[in-house]
């Protein structure tokens, strides 16, 4: 079976990049896949994205030799054995609040007797090659995400879960369930609480053998993650770097047209 190139990065001692796919269409995906990213992780949650699509986006990624990733719309077996079967090499769920909820998790991802994962690797057997069986839950990387006041309530035994591979952290939903509305929503925190439980999730995981992965609103901010010692650090997504990117130009544009001669000259001319 063909290696999860995250835990070779990660093997290395080195973090690794991730970006984040919400617009469901695999020619963006393809285009993403050629940027440089180590993986990229499809949204089933907060994107506009199916299954169907889903597994076409998985496909596009193959050729250039990104790691597939899933983030799943919730902790359902059957849509995180689908995405397996599908040739994702992994499953990032949201909202795992406790033990029993991270277990239940591990099962979903791990073949007996591990956990409960049923088989039909219909295209994962053959995009990650021979022996998926025996290797799969060797290479499958199973990602938690910590969200809430419960969750951090119940970092330790989390985190200590058998077969859970990582905690990632989403700084939106986590700030809002810590502080309510209190602040604004988004990433990129600087609030000096939000901040300390972001590392303490990032302690939490390390004390236990996991990894640690931050979802960041830019690259300044994923810079800071990783000189705080995690893993894996999630820049934007395709939705916001494209708007990000098509506002910006026509700022620009716009100032510059504003500022031309032509523009008073045509104001002028009206009357």
Same mark, same amino acid.
Not at 124 to 133: E, V
């Given at each position: ?7 070779? $990065? ?11 796919? =919400? ?20 949204? @089933? #949650?907060?994107? *506009? ?8 986006? /998985? ?18 077996? +059957? /849509? ?21 909820? &991270? ?12 956990? $409960? ?7 994962? =057997? ?18 938690? @995400? !910590?969200?809430? #006041?419960? &969750? ?10 058998? +077969? ?7 700084? &939106? ?7 309510? @509305?209190?602040?604004?929503? +988004? ?6 609480? $939000? *901040?300390?439980?972001?590392?303490? !999730? ?6 236990? +053998? ?36 098509? =506002? ?8 510059? !047209?504003?500022?031309?001669?032509? =523009?008073? #000259? ?6």
């Amino acid at each position: 079976m063909k290696p999860n190139k995250l835990k070779q $990065i990660w093997s290395q001692g080195k973090p690794a990049i991730n970006g984040f796919l =919400s617009i469901p269409n695999a020619f963006v995906s393809e285009l993403m896949a050629e940027q440089g990213y180590d993986a990229l992780t499809i949204d @089933m #949650q907060h994107g *506009i994205v199916d299954y169907q699509v889903t597994v076409s986006m /998985i496909q596009s990624m193959r050729a250039s030799e990104v790691v597939p990733l899933v983030r799943v719309p919730w902790l359902e077996p +059957g /849509i995180i054995m689908k995405v397996l079967d599908a040739g994702s090499y992994g499953v990032v769920c949201p909202m795992i609040n406790n033990r029993e909820q &991270a277990e239940r998790f591990v099962s979903y991802v791990r073949y007996p007797p591990l956990g $409960i994962r049923s088989f039909g690797p219909t295209r994962a =057997s053959i995009s990650a090659g021979a022996n998926y069986g025996a290797e799969a839950d060797e290479q499958m990387l199973c990602m938690a @995400m !910590i969200e809430t #006041q419960e &969750a951090v309530s119940n970092l330790d035994v989390i985190a200590s879960t058998p +077969g859970l591979d990582g905690l990632y952290i989403g700084p &939106a939903d986590l700030t809002i369930g810590l502080t309510g @509305m209190r602040y604004r929503t +988004g990433f990129d925190r600087e609030e000096p609480e $939000i *901040i300390e439980v972001i590392k303490r !999730i990032l302690a939490a995981a390390h004390r236990h +053998g996991k990894k640690a992965v931050l979802h960041c609103g830019s690259p300044e901010y994923a810079r800071r993650g990783l000189a705080w010692g995690f893993d894996m650090v999630t820049i934007a997504n395709d939705v916001r770097m494209l708007t990000n990117a098509s =506002s910006a130009s026509v700022l620009q544009v716009r100032t510059a !047209i504003e500022d031309s001669p032509r =523009s008073g #000259q045509a104001s002028e001319s009206q009357y």
